[in-house]
C-alpha cells in the first residue's frame, strides 16, 4: 500500500472512530430544565420533537411544549392546548398530563376535579386528530371509567405485544391508605378493557411517610422485562421512587408476575440538595443510545405550609446506567 494511501486511511479511520466516540457520548443535562414544572413527561416523536408536558403551580391549564433536544424545553415557548372549567367537571386540580400518539392520533391524559368538589379527583382524556399536536383541535373525550368512583389520578399508557395498558393510582375504598398501582388493558385509547389488578400498594415505611402513597407510574421496557417505577409518600423530601418489576413474556394482568424492590430506587440527595424526587417519565436520546430519567424536584428542604402549594418543583433529566443483571441503577438526583 502506498505511504500517502496509508496515511489518508488512517486519518479516515480516526475520523470515524472520533466520530462514532462523540455519537456514543453520554448527554449532559443543565438542570433544572424546566422551572416550576411538576409531574413532567417527556415524549420523543418520530417528528424528531421532544414533546413535554407538566402540572403547572396554577393547576388551572395544559400546555405542551416542543423542541429538538431535552436541554432546549425550558426556552421552548409553552403552547397551551385546553383550560379548565369554570364550573362543573374539570374544574378544578389539573394535574399530570400527559401526551401520547396512538394510532395515528393524540392524546393527552390528565387528572381533574369539579370546580364545586375539588378533592374527587378523576382521570380524563383529550383527543386531536391533527398530525401536528400544536394544529387542529382538542376534544373532549371524558372520564376514564374504573372500578370504584374514588380518587383516581396519574394515567399512563404503554403497548407490550400488540396490546395497549392503562397504569394508574386510585384508592381502593376497602383499604385504609391514600392510593395504589393499577393496571388494565385498554379497549380503546379512552376506555379499560375488563378488570383492573393491583400492582402495589403503599405498605413499607418509605411510602408511608406523611401519606400513604403509590402514585405518578411510568413504564420503562428493557432487557427482557418490563419496569414500572411509581412514586411514594408525601410530596415534600419524603417524595421518593418505587420499582416494580416483571419479565417481558409474563402475565402483565397477573399481580404474582411483578416485584417490587424493597428499597426506593431514587430518593433526596442532601449531597446535591435535591429533595422529594419523583413522578418520572422515561425518554431516550434521539438515536435510542442512552435512557432518560425525566422527573421533578425541589432544590431546599423545609417549605413553608402545604407542599401542593410550593410551586417550586422543577423538571430534571440525567441518564439512566444500566447494571450487569440488566435492572436499572438511577443513581442520585443531580
Request: glycine share 6%; hydrophobic share 35%; with cysteine.
Amino acid at each position: 500500500m502506498p505511504r500517502h494511501f496509508s496515511s489518508a486511511f488512517f486519518k479516515i479511520v480516526l475520523a470515524c472512530s472520533a466520530a462514532a466516540s462523540l455519537a456514543q457520548a453520554e448527554p449532559v443535562f443543565h438542570n433544572p430544565i424546566v422551572k416550576q414544572r411538576a409531574d413532567p413527561q417527556v415524549y420523543l416523536h418520530t417528528d424528531g420533537y421532544y414533546y413535554f408536558t407538566a402540572t403547572v403551580p396554577e393547576y388551572d391549564r395544559i400546555e405542551v411544549r416542543r423542541a429538538r433536544s431535552i436541554d432546549e424545553l425550558g426556552r421552548a415557548e409553552p403552547h397551551v392546548i385546553w383550560r379548565k372549567h369554570e364550573h362543573g367537571p374539570m374544574g378544578a386540580h389539573i394535574w399530570a398530563p400527559e401526551i401520547h400518539f396512538i394510532d395515528g392520533k393524540w392524546f393527552v391524559y390528565f387528572t381533574s376535579a369539579p370546580a364545586e368538589h375539588i378533592w374527587d379527583i378523576r382521570m380524563w382524556v383529550l383527543e386531536n386528530d391533527s398530525a401536528d399536536p400544536f394544529a387542529g383541535q382538542w376534544i373532549e373525550r371524558g372520564q376514564i371509567q374504573t372500578k370504584w368512583e374514588s380518587f383516581t389520578l396519574d394515567a399512563t399508557t404503554f403497548e407490550h405485544r400488540g396490546t395497549n395498558y392503562l397504569v394508574w393510582a386510585q384508592h381502593d375504598p376497602a383499604l385504609k391508605n391514600n392510593t395504589s398501582i393499577f393496571i388494565a388493558k385498554m379497549k380503546s385509547p379512552t376506555e379499560i378493557d375488563g378488570g383492573q389488578v393491583e400492582l402495589s400498594r403503599p405498605e413499607l415505611a418509605w411510602e408511608t411517610k406523611g401519606y400513604a402513597v403509590n402514585e405518578g407510574p411510568a413504564v420503562l421496557k428493557k432487557n427482557g422485562r418490563i419496569f414500572i417505577t411509581y412514586s411514594a409518600s408525601a410530596t415534600d423530601a419524603n417524595y421518593c421512587m418505587g420499582l416494580l418489576t416483571a419479565k417481558d413474556d409474563a402475565d402483565l394482568l397477573d399481580a404474582k408476575s411483578w416485584s417490587k424492590s424493597p428499597q426506593p430506587v431514587f430518593a433526596t440527595s442532601e449531597k446535591n440538595h435535591v429533595y422529594g424526587p419523583g413522578h418520572n417519565s422515561f425518554t431516550t436520546t434521539p438515536d435510542g443510545a442512552f435512557d432518560i430519567l425525566i422527573y421533578h424536584a425541589r432544590s431546599y428542604r423545609d417549605i413553608k405550609g402545604d407542599p401542593l402549594h410550593d410551586p417550586n418543583r422543577d423538571t430534571r433529566a440525567q441518564v439512566i446506567h444500566w447494571r450487569a443483571d440488566g435492572t436499572p441503577d438511577f443513581g442520585e438526583p443531580k
